[in-house]
T-cell receptor
Framework: AQSVTQLDSQVPVFEEAPVELRCNYS??????LFWYVQYPNQGLQLLLKYLSGSTLVKGINGFEAEFNKSQTSFHLRKPSVHISDTAEYFC?????????????FGQGTTLQVKP | DTEVTQTPKHLVMGMTNKKSLKCEQHMGHRAMYWYKQKAKKPPELMFVYSYEKLSINESVPSRFSPECPNSSLLNLHLHALQPEDSALYLCASSPREYQETQYFGPGTRLLVL
């Protein structure tokens, strides 16, 4: 079984400052990792994903994440945030070798960008 | 194109009504999903369809009835819902059921009075 922990429920940050949203996971098998963003009153949009290869993954809107297998982490970063980045961010995992299509989500982190 | 569409965007229904939610994708994906999302919470999986067959039912009450008429379309039929069923209902699709990226639609905001 897998679980995902997003270490911060809310992250307030000023515009143009850097930000890191933290995600740790637990799994007895290898996993694929995802970050989704949900803007107010919208569905989930895929920001980026790690399937294999380079541990530094670049996504849309200037976000990137680094997979750290030893730390079982997949933290999301952006060097300079905009007001429009205000949203809910979900980290998620799915088993590489499992026989289920289940996507396991963290509880979400609310990013509040202030002017 | 990674678009999943959902209709309607908003739905208000009484507890005795019957209504349906619709989800469509034209990416050739063979797995489709229904999720329920309450405010400030992550999505909760309800159903998974794989190659138009029900693969997973997460012990969802029978007042929710999914249907997959073809590989592009997924419906969720609603009957005799309760106010606590008010939520955002999200549809997603992926190329296949296992080990694949899921793409989500914009959701249907449901209010049960």
């Amino acid at each position: 079984a897998q679980s995902v922990t997003q270490l911060d429920s809310q992250v307030p940050v000023f515009e143009e400052a850097p930000v890191e949203l933290r995600c740790n996971y637990s799994s007895s098998v290898s996993v694929y990792l995802f970050w989704y963003v949900q803007y107010p009153n919208q569905g989930l949009q895929l920001l980026l994903k790690y399937l294999s290869g380079s541990t530094l993954v670049k996504g849309i809107n200037g976000f990137e994440a680094e997979f750290n297998k030893s730390q079982t982490s997949f933290h999301l970063r952006k060097p300079s945030v905009h007001i429009s980045d205000t949203a809910e961010y979900f980290c998620a995992v799915t088993s590489i070798s499992g026989n289920t299509g289940k996507l396991i989500f963290g509880q979400g982190t609310t990013l509040q960008v202030k002017p | 194109d990674t678009e999943v569409t959902q209709t309607p965007k908003h739905l208000v229904m009484g507890m005795t009504n019957k209504k349906s939610l619709k989800c469509e994708q034209h990416m050739g994906h063979r797995a489709m999903y229904w999720y329920k999302q309450k405010a400030k919470k992550p999505p909760e999986l309800m159903f998974v369809y794989s190659y138009e067959k029900l693969s997973i039912n997460e012990s969802v009450p029978s007042r929710f009835s999914p249907e997959c008429p073809n590989s592009s379309l997924l419906n969720l039929h609603l009957h005799a819902l309760q106010p606590e069923d008010s939520a955002l209902y999200l549809c997603a699709s992926s190329p296949r059921e296992y080990q694949e990226t899921q793409y989500f639609g914009p959701g249907t905001r449901l209010l049960v009075l």
